[in-house]
T-cell receptor
């Protein structure tokens, strides 16, 4: 049973617009959440994190929002750039383990 | 040079063969992990190790074994490969970055079991 779910397998956005990637979770004990970005033929790379005690974390063009009551987090990318085209994974961390969602493939069109 | 390396990058083998996937890191991290990625399922944890004497099972350890030969080396073995072990395998290390554990992934090994 997946504890972290990404229900949108793909998303297409125009360059310069906002990209919103969503993630739902079932385990209320996660200590923090992370987003990773993955290009083809490479391993995932860390993008941004958010503690379970916060509701927002921002790093440049990337902002993550956490809604604990809904057990939902989202990653906002503003403005989107063609180089952001990749697969994005969200993950939750609890008791020494990371639990990953299935990923969302973002395509940013020029 | 890459901080986390995996060998081989691609491997095709037959059912019943023993396979070893190797992972090396130059980051000096104590924590290392093995994951597999399947379409529609994301990354699932197979095994993890917090030092050379510490080995722990993850979500899907059946059919796999690991060896932590040194701080820098963590190998994953499939004793008798079967077709449903066809997947993309990732090794990772992690370190505490203040508020979270940041993971660093290798480039992956694509394994096909015929």
């Amino acid at each position: 049973d997946q504890q972290v779910k990404q229900n949108s397998p793909s998303l297409s956005v125009q360059e310069g617009r906002i990209s919103i990637l969503n993630c739902d979770y079932t385990n209320s004990m996660f200590d923090y959440f992370l987003w990773y970005k993955k290009y083809p033929a490479e391993g995932p790379t860390f993008l941004i994190s958010i503690s379970s005690i916060k509701d927002k974390n921002e790093d440049g063009r990337f902002t993550v929002f956490l809604n604990k009551s809904a057990k939902h987090l989202s990653l906002h990318i503003v403005p989107s750039q063609p180089g952001d085209s990749a697969v994005y994974f969200c993950a939750g961390y609890n008791f020494n383990k990371f639990y990953f969602g299935s990923g969302t493939k973002l395509n940013v069109k020029p | 040079d890459a901080d986390v390396t995996q060998t081989p990058r691609n491997r095709i083998t037959k059912t019943g063969k023993r396979i070893m996937l190797e992972c090396s890191q130059t980051k000096g991290h104590d924590r290392m992990y093995w994951y597999r990625q399947d379409p529609g399922l994301g990354l699932r944890l197979i095994y993890y190790s917090f030092d050379v004497k510490d080995i722990n099972k993850g979500e899907i350890s059946d059919g796999y074994s690991v060896s932590r030969q040194a701080q820098a080396k963590f190998s994953l073995s499939l004793e008798s490969a079967i077709p449903n072990q066809t997947a993309l395998y990732f090794c990772a290390t992690s370190e505490w970055a203040g508020e979270y554990n940041e993971q660093f992934f290798g480039p992956g090994t694509r394994l096909t079991v015929l």
